[in-house]
């Protein structure tokens, strides 16, 4: 079946099989593979990415489910510039990041989580991220990440607003 | 001021938070178009003899080029045991054919064009078995009546060590014995475990595969194929964290490689986290029994580990796990007798290997355990009886009666560090007042103090090395045999570069895991890293300096020994004279500046620490939550701070897992009961608190950085000091020991045991 | 992991739904948020042949009053009821509960009719609405009808549904400001309760109290809410939690557990609706 979908500002227009999960199809269609996938039970959110607004988790929404909606992904975060993303910018600042892999979910949760809640204190910023799973930081430094975030605004909790391009 | 010791922002991270790292099964390398996509059928079963497997009807599936069983792979060697002390019998085949082991051993493989399509061309692979009984858990395994290999007579894999003399307890006014479990746990990288393997027309394979050291890894996968090594180009993209999990190849792997061969086409695979989290090596699985001899005042006399190593079905790294604990028996005691026995058995389950630790967390544990044990016997403090009993600090080499060496320490330090930091006496001052109101939350306060063993493993005998190459343009490059999976090599090992040279991080480039690039390498494991690949990279520096000066010295018609480096512009220039001088680029534009080199070295090194775990338990429900983790974890010589303490966080929140939530479980058949993460119960960041780290850094002597490994300190530290909290919170209900992981409902019931009057021995009261 | 292969048809009205339901038979299978659905379906524990996406219908998200009743359209997502003023002001147990489900990404994708029709024993908002003693207003062929959700959840994963009926509505009692509380207990935050329990107090009198995963099927505690009408003590009534239950054994919790979870969850919870105390939560007292 086709679905279109607005990913990172880009209209897409695809030919996908019914059951392709959306982090597939931005995987392996969209070549967009900063979205991970760690698991089969929607339970690590390393597939994390923004539909129309809200924090989802891309393994468990079918590509047909996004028809006419609007993907951010990690990809898109950043500024047209280059200019990383206020929670981006935190993650590394912070070391909030090691191997990387639960990262882009991460991220892209924790702009979710500052998009409900500008000013979290630690504790609602962990059940913010309660849905996300990281090996290696034992979440201490991405809690910091994500506080220093906030000092950024609103901005931080905002996924940037991308003049539409039109490709195949 | 040099930039070590400096918290250095990671250079690897713009990358990743941009546009992502690029793990095995991102690759778009342009030899792997057009690849199948490898699905294995794995037994459902634990342990059955194989009547048939029947893959016509998965031949005719939609994009299915070909399904493999073990009559395809008559060309390849049986997959010999992983040590020469086993016997030949624990033999593992690639595919299974006659035996089933475990639910997960592979059975046959699919190859399709689409990757949606495997799993539904897998699902018709009709495997026909007949069950045999399954063996699970050690003291089953112990009772030989179901072999996994009956050829081999026994499910001994491996035994280490005697039993201790009649009279090894004589003489102790109290001695304390208990059963402890140092449950099996799942190691669960984000990154599963995936690969890619293409042949040239060169006739060699090029291996892609997520792994913790690529040169191992070709050599294994070289030997089990039976092909020259020269034949094998491995290749390690980005890591999703490897934990010890990932070291070496897997037979997986090799595997892949091979059927790449046979269908003359690229093959990828990249498993689900079912597949991993059932056919993955697990960690830990121990079953020790810890005795505990000495006096009334507090001195420990004797004290013996009995160890039983569950193995898994085939024996992997986990068979020499055992050996690492022995080691480490005494831990920071300065105990006068100590025995240490060891036995490894096969098991239906998913082999075991090595985990954050791999050996040395067990024998903290076990020692933690029954210091409190004995501290609870004699009613004194156990932080006092920790203090009383601790080696004292040393700057020689400390021998233990167990065969360690210690390179240098002070344990008491970090002990009255960790308590004072962590306000001990009013922490025991609220924990009174709690008691004595008789609140619903009780305070649990749990002290631990460790040593571990860290350089120990490949590579220190036979030295790591580095290369070094100043380009023409002012930026270098770095080679390196470590294997970074998150630790921020790329960084420190520009900022070791930079230190000497005064090229800026920014334009050093680090690169590893190429084995054409790197043929040598030790990779990253056992806390290795810096203390030797670090130190490679430093001395490298070093020599390539002195290289520079002599080159230098001809062109500015200069003594060697007058020229120094100006780190501000990275260059040589002449003592006094500071207009006269040559950069590092211009000497690399003249003539290639590039120093390899290996350092070997002297020895392993012994991180140490203490850490204080304060735990809320409700008593009504049994849950016990972690409110405060305070650390001192001295690893010699920091070298970026900020990556040092991010290493602690990880490994402490492993440790608050295993001695709270995390098990893997098999039902009394084998059937795995923990095989998503929805029943797996990974941490999350609601179950921990922030960290409270406190700094303490006594140098090694064993390289010249003074670092020792941080890797896995963390988890060593903090996984008994928050069993022993949880048993603490509940000790004035008369509870002495609960294993871990302490859930809610053994904690409850522990409590309500003891409250029936009821002995609490083994803990294990479900 | 991935679903075996299956149609999808979008529809955009309930008629619609209902059409594409009696059009495919038994084998088709409604999605809303997908998010019970869609992991049982990549385990391939479920294999259903056509999915019906009723996403698109815009008129099944809605959290309004109607009369005596709170109405909550079946396609709301916990997300929206969490945040729902009208939900906060008229029913506050629903909200709370509805926050307490999974994660943020899991509420921002799952709705409240799923989570009904999923029927999991484990489930939190089933469970408040049982407390709550709502209504399930279904839509089929032969028109829409309205049931007791008592009569609703029949068992282990069994609903009352009819083939190619689907869930439009859930309508509940508004409570106000009446006493109210939801008492979870969990390995980790974010998990599925061990043993939960609700409880409301009910307009023209009366408490409701339900427990998730004392059985089957999620249940209401009826000897805890005959024995506070008799006027019992909470103590007392909480010692009744457990009675006529048969929870499960498996690697979270035994029965012997669960049963005292039961009693120390309603006790709690009945507690705390009455005014008597905080709510429990994982944030501990020494933690700030």
């Known amino acids: ?168 | 001021m040099s930039i070590l010791g400096t918290r250095v922002v990671r250079t690897e991270d713009p990358q990743f938070l941009t546009r992502g790292a690029v793990y095995t099964d991102d690759l778009t390398d342009e030899r792997l178009t057009g690849a199948l996509h490898a699905t294995f059928v794995r037994s459902q079963v634990a342990h059955a003899k194989v009547l048939s497997v029947d893959t016509e009807a998965a031949k005719t599936a939609p994009g299915v080029v070909a399904v493999y069983t073990a009559a395809d792979l008559t060309d390849l060697p049986p997959l010999a045991p992983p040590f020469p002390f086993i016997a030949a019998e624990f033999e593992r085949q690639w595919l299974c054919t006659d035996t089933v082991r475990f639910v997960g051993d592979a059975v046959a493989v699919v190859l399709t064009e689409e990757r949606y399509q495997g799993e539904d061309a897998a699902e018709m692979v009709v495997v026909d078995l007949d069950v045999l009984p399954a063996v699970v858990g050690t003291a089953n395994a112990a009772k030989d009546e179901t072999l996994l290999f009956p050829a081999a007579g026994t499910n001994v894999l491996a035994a280490f060590g005697e039993p201790a003399p009649a009279d090894f307890f004589d003489g102790c006014e109290v001695v304390v014995e208990q059963a402890v479990v140092n449950q099996r746990v799942a190691p669960v990288p984000l990154e599963t475990r995936a690969t890619s393997a293409v042949w040239g027309e060169d006739g060699r394979v090029t291996v892609w595969c997520t792994n913790q050291g690529a040169q191992q890894a070709k050599g294994q996968i070289a030997d089990w194929l039976g092909i020259d090594a020269g034949l094998v180009h491995l290749v390690t993209p980005d890591v999703g964290g490897g934990f010890g999990a990932k070291i070496g190849a897997d037979p997986e792997y090799a595997l892949i490689a091979h059927l790449a061969k046979l269908s003359g086409r690229p093959v990828r695979w990249t498993e689900s986290r079912s597949e991993n989290l059932t056919s993955m090596l697990h960690g830990r699985g121990q079953d020790q029994v810890v005795k505990i001899g000495g006096s009334r005042d507090g001195t420990v006399h004797a004290y013996s580990l009995v160890t039983d190593q569950d193995g898994g079905a085939y024996p992997r790294i986990g068979v020499v796990l055992p050996t690492l604990t022995m080691l480490m028996t005494p831990g920071t005691y300065a105990f006068p007798k100590v025995h240490a026995q060891a036995r490894v058995l096969a098991t239906n389950t998913t082999s075991i290997g090595a985990y954050r630790g791999a050996g040395r967390p067990e024998a903290t544990a076990a020692v933690e355990r029954a210091i409190d044990l004995f501290a609870a016997e004699i009613g004194m403090d156990p932080a006092e009886v920790r203090r009383i009993n601790l080696v004292p600090a040393f700057d020689e080499p400390h021998a233990t009666p167990t065969g360690a060496t210690y390179d240098s320490g002070d344990y008491v330090a970090a002990l009255d560090r960790a308590l004072e930091a962590s306000g001990y006496a009013e922490l025991r001052a609220e924990q009174a007042a709690r008691r004595e109101r008789g609140d619903v939350r009780q305070l649990g306060i749990g002290v631990s103090t460790y040593v571990e063993i860290t350089g120990a493993d490949n590579g220190a005998g036979t030295g790591e090395e580095a290369e070094l190459e100043v380009h023409p343009d002012g930026t270098a490059t770095v080679l390196t045999g470590t294997s970074p999976h998150g630790q921020g090599h790329a960084t420190t090992w520009a900022m070791l570069a930079s230190d000497q040279l005064g090229i800026p991080v920014e334009k050093i480039t680090v690169l590893h895991g190429d084995t054409d690039r790197i043929p040598k390498g030790g990779g990253t494991m056992g806390s290795r890293s810096l203390q030797q690949g670090g130190a490679a990279v430093h001395q490298a520096a070093v020599e390539l300096v002195e290289l520079a000066k002599k080159r230098a010295a001809e062109r500015l018609e200069a003594n060697p020994d007058d020229l120094v480096v100006d780190l501000g512009t990275a260059s040589l220039t002449v003592k006094g004279t500071p207009g006269v001088s040559v950069s590092f680029a211009e000497l690399a534009a003249e003539e290639a500046l590039l120093v390899q080199t290996t350092f070997t070295a002297a020895a392993a090194t012994f991180p140490f620490g203490a850490h204080v775990a304060v735990v809320e338990t409700d008593v009504e429900s049994g849950k016990a939550t972690v409110v405060r983790i305070v650390t001192v974890d001295d690893a010699g010589t920091i070298i970026n701070p900020l990556l040092a303490e991010g290493q602690r966080h990880g490994g402490i929140a492993q440790g608050v897992a295993q001695a709270l939530l995390e098990e893997v479980l098999y039902d009394e058949d084998g059937n795995p009961q923990t095989s998503t993460l929805a029943d797996y119960p990974f941490i999350s960041a609601t179950e921990l608190p922030s960290f409270e780290l406190v700094d303490m850094a006594t140098p090694t002597p064993m390289n010249p950085l003074g670092a020792k490994g941080i890797g896995e300190a963390g988890t060593i530290g903090s996984t008994p000091a928050v069993q022993s909290a949880v048993i603490d919170s509940v000790a004035h209900l008369g509870v002495r020991h609960v294993d871990m992981p302490a859930t809610s409902m053994r904690v409850w019931k522990a409590v309500q045991a003891a409250q029936a009057g009821a002995q609490t021995q083994n803990g294990s009261t479900n | 992991m991935i679903p075996s292969p299956f149609d999808y048809v979008r529809v955009t009205s309930v008629d619609e739904a209902v059409a594409a339901l009696a059009e495919h038979g038994e084998d088709a299978k409604i999605l809303a948020g997908g998010h019970s659905l869609l992991p049982i379906m990549k385990l391939r524990l479920a294999i259903p042949s056509v999915l019906i996406d009723i996403s698109g219908i815009t008129d099944l998200n809605y959290v309004r009053v109607d009369g005596d009743q709170v109405a909550i359209g079946a396609g709301t997502r916990h997300h929206d009821l969490e945040n729902s003023d009208v939900a906060k002001a008229e029913v506050p147990l629903l909200p709370h509960v509805a926050s307490r489900v999974g994660d943020p990404q899991v509420r921002h994708r799952g709705t409240l009719g799923g989570t009904v029709a999923h029927c999991d024993p484990a489930s939190d908002l089933p469970t408040a609405l049982l407390a709550l003693g709502a209504d399930v207003v279904l839509a089929g062929p032969e028109g829409r009808r309205t049931l007791p959700i008592t009569e609703f959840f029949l068992g282990f994963f069994e609903t009352a549904m009819e083939e190619g009926e689907m869930i439009v509505e859930l309508r509940v009692p508004r409570t106000g400001d009446a006493g109210w509380a939801y008492e979870k207990f969990t390995r980790r935050e974010n998990d599925w309760p061990i043993v939960s329990a609700a409880v409301a107090h009910l307009p023209g009198g009366g408490v409701g109290v339900a427990m998730a995963n004392m059985g089957g099927v999620v249940l209401r505690a009826p000897a805890v809410e005959a024995a506070l009408a008799e006027g019992k003590s909470i103590a007392e009534a909480a010692a009744l939690a457990a009675e006529g239950t048969s929870p499960s054994s498996d690697m979270h919790a035994d029965a012997e557990y669960r049963s005292h979870l039961a009693r120390l969850l309603v006790r709690r919870a009945l507690t705390v609706a009455a005014g008597e105390a905080a709510p429990s939560t994982a944030e501990s007292t020494a933690a700030a």
Do not use: W
Request: glycine share 12%.
């Open chain 1, 1 to 168: 079946m086709q679905v279109s979908m607005t990913v990172n500002g880009q209209q897409r227009t695809d030919e996908v099989e019914p059951r392709m999960l959306l982090a597939h199809h931005l995987r392996d269609n969209l070549g967009l593979t900063a979205t991970n996938i760690g698991c089969d039970s929607t339970s690590c959110g390393a597939c994390t990415v923004i539909v129309d607004g809200l924090s989802v988790k891309s393994c468990t929404v079918l590509a047909l489910q996004v028809e006419g909606g609007e993907v951010t992904t990690l990809e898109g975060l950043a500024g047209e510039d280059g200019e990383l993303h206020p929670v981006q910018a935190a993650f590394q600042s912070e070391h909030g990041l090691q191997c990387g892999f639960c990262t882009s979910g991460m991220v892209m949760a924790s702009v979710g989580v500052l998009a409900a809640n500008p000013s979290p204190t630690d504790r609602e910023v962990r059940e913010g991220l309660e849905g996300n799973l990281c090996r290696c930081t034992g979440y201490h430094n991405i809690v910091r990440a994500v506080l220093k975030a906030a000092e950024a605004g609103p901005v931080a909790g905002q996924v940037p607003q991308r003049s539409q391009e039109v490709s195949a």
